[in-house]
């Protein structure tokens, strides 16, 4: 079992910058692949980015390529998500999930372990 907790959300202007945190507990961080996700009202959720095992290979979602990084401590058992030059379709509940993958997949059903979510609202 994993537990995940997310925090780091807030309200921001649009342009601003947000790190996203991902904390864990419970069985061995790094042989997670881990995930952020994110749900905005009215609409699906969808993927936003991944991050392997080691922390050597990322993937992101078109829209948020060259803005938003994921990285992982796995010392720390956190893995975050920098989110700079925010714009107001950014706003969701985003969500970090965890996977027995080794790279992380980008299919929600291919993750096992889900935190509770944390909001992000962009001001325009």
């Known amino acids: 079992q994993v537990q995940l907790v997310e925090s780091g959300g807030g309200l921001v202007q649009a342009g601003d910058s947000l790190r996203l945190s991902c904390a864990a507990s419970g069985r061995t961080f790094s042989s997670y692949s881990m995930g952020w996700f994110r749900q905005a009202p009215g609409k699906e959720r969808e993927f936003v980015a991944t991050?392997?095992?080691?922390?050597?290979?990322?993937d992101y979602t078109d829209t948020v390529k060259g803005r938003f990084a994921m990285s992982r401590d796995n010392a720390k058992n956190t893995a975050y998500l920098q989110m700079n030059s925010l714009k107001p379709e950014d706003a969701a509940i985003y969500y970090c999930?965890?996977?027995?993958?080794?790279?992380?997949?980008?299919?929600?059903?291919?993750?096992?372990?889900w935190g509770q979510g944390t909001q992000v609202t962009v001001s325009s």
């Open positions: 991050i392997s095992r080691s922390g050597a290979t990322t």
């Open positions: 999930a965890a996977s027995s993958g080794w790279y992380g997949p980008r299919a929600a059903q291919d993750y096992v372990y």
